[in-house]
Structures are given as structure tokens and as C-alpha cells.
Antibody
Framework: QITLKESGPTLVKPTQTLTLTCTFS??????????VGWIRQPPGKALEWLAL???????RYSPSLKSRLSITKDTSKNQVVLTMTNVDPVDTGTYFC?????????????WGQGSLVTVSS | QSALTQPASVSGSPGQSITISCTGT?????????VSWYQQYPGEAPKLIIY???KRPSGVSDRFSGSKSGNTASLTISGLQAEDEADYYC????????????FGGGTKLTVL
């Protein structure tokens, strides 16, 4: 059974760096073809894809946010960490961790429950 | 990158069929057969209901179907039920050498 859970601060001040951790179970990021990513959703608004890291450490970023994002993995801990620098109130939203495969659905087939982050002074 | 274009809302009566469109460009929807659709209830995480344009994950009702023509993908829900009332998002692979994903703006489905 695949599960993912997001953790991190609920409140961040503008210009600070946001660090979110996704802890997952039911699979290993050492397995060829697997990936873990991040998708966010501002309150009442649409989903926005942010970043994804694959088993081979290949990393993909949203072109519009690439300069502010960093995604890393710790396979020994079954964790993926997303870092976003210089946050702004527009970065407020629910951040979802997702599972993806290049050998399966080529989409986001498992989702975490989401972590609400508010950016405010 | 620009978000894919979806109608803000659609509605239908129980038993009817509805279609939600998702319009992109020749760099995303038109180029890749990697369009997926997600269903989201208020306060919940999205759920994958269609992948690779027209494939259904195990457990998803066959009332949900997907298709694509040119730069536009579509999600059709047949035999509309009250439980189908939710937000629906399309998503597509995009880019060339540096691929990424792009979502649509979402469509609110109301079952009358």
C-alpha cells in the first residue's frame, strides 16, 4: 500500500525559505521508473505542478519557478524534500506530495493529504 | 508556461452525459499522449481518473472516458450521478528537451 505524507511549517514569513518533507511508504525510490513530486493549490484555485525527482536523481522543475525550487531525495529515509526560496504571500496554499512512474501511468497516481502553508508576516 | 484551458463550470442532470474540454498547444496536449484527469472533492486530495489520454486506473468507473483531438483533450462522464459533483483538472506533459507538467484551470461540475 502506497502512502505519502507531507510535513513542514504551517506559517512562513515573506522572503524566508520554505522546506517541505514528503515521507512515503509502500515503495522505494531506488526502484527504476519511480518518482516523487510536488503539486500545490492556492486556496480556491487550480493545481500547479512544481517539481519531481526520479529514482535516478533526474530532477524536473516548473519553468516559472525553477530558480526558486530545489528537490532532493533521501532513499534511506524514504523522504523527498522540496525547498522554495524567497517565498511570497502568493505562495500560500496546500502543497501535495505525489507518486509518479515512467513505467506505469506516467501521471500522479498517489497523493498525500496535503500540507497547508501560509506565507504572511 | 501557460495553464491548459478548461471551462470554469459545467452542469448536467442525473443520467445525462457531460464533456469537459482541455485545450493546450502543440507543445503539450497536441504533442504528447500523456494527458491525465483528476477528480477533487472539497477539502480532499485529487484522485487520478484518466491517464495516457484514455486509460482508467483500476477501480475507476467506466462511466469516465477520455479522448484527444489535436490540441484539445476531453473528459466525458456518462450516466451522471450526484457523486460526480466535484472539481476536475486535466494535466499534460509539456516541453521538449526539458519536459515538465502543466495543469488546467479546473472545471466545477454541478449535478442538477
Amino acid at each position: 500500500q502506497i502512502t505519502l505524507k507531507e510535513s513542514g511549517p504551517t506559517l512562513v514569513k515573506p522572503t524566508q525559505t520554505l522546506t517541505l518533507t514528503c515521507t512515503f511508504s509502500g515503495f522505494s525510490l531506488n526502484t527504476a521508473g519511480l518518482g516523487v513530486g510536488w503539486i500545490r493549490q492556492p486556496p480556491g484555485k487550480a493545481l500547479e505542478w512544481l517539481a519531481l525527482i526520479y529514482w535516478d536523481d533526474d530532477k524536473r522543475y516548473s519553468p516559472s519557478l525553477k530558480s526558486r525550487l530545489s528537490i532532493t531525495k533521501d532513499t534511506s529515509k524514504n523522504q523527498v524534500v522540496l525547498t522554495m526560496t524567497n517565498v511570497d504571500p502568493v505562495d500560500t496554499g496546500t502543497y501535495f506530495c505525489v507518486h509518479s512512474t515512467v513505467t506505469g501511468t506516467l501521471s500522479f497516481d498517489y497523493w498525500g493529504q496535503g500540507s497547508l502553508v501560509t506565507v504572511s508576516s | 508556461q501557460s495553464a491548459l484551458t478548461q471551462p470554469a463550470s459545467v452542469s448536467g442532470s442525473p443520467g445525462q452525459s457531460i464533456t469537459i474540454s482541455c485545450t493546450g498547444t502543440s507543445s503539450d496536449v497536441g504533442f504528447y499522449n500523456l494527458v491525465s484527469w483528476y477528480q477533487q472533492y472539497p477539502g480532499e486530495a485529487p484522485k487520478l481518473i484518466i491517464y495516457e489520454v484514455n486509460k482508467r486506473p483500476s477501480g475507476v468507473s467506466d462511466r469516465f472516458s477520455g479522448s484527444k483531438s489535436g490540441n484539445t483533450a476531453s473528459l466525458t462522464i456518462s450516466g451522471l450521478q450526484a457523486e460526480d459533483e466535484a472539481d476536475y483538472y486535466c494535466c499534460s506533459h509539456a516541453g521538449d528537451t526539458t519536459f515538465f507538467w502543466v495543469f488546467g484551470g479546473g472545471t466545477k461540475l454541478t449535478v442538477l
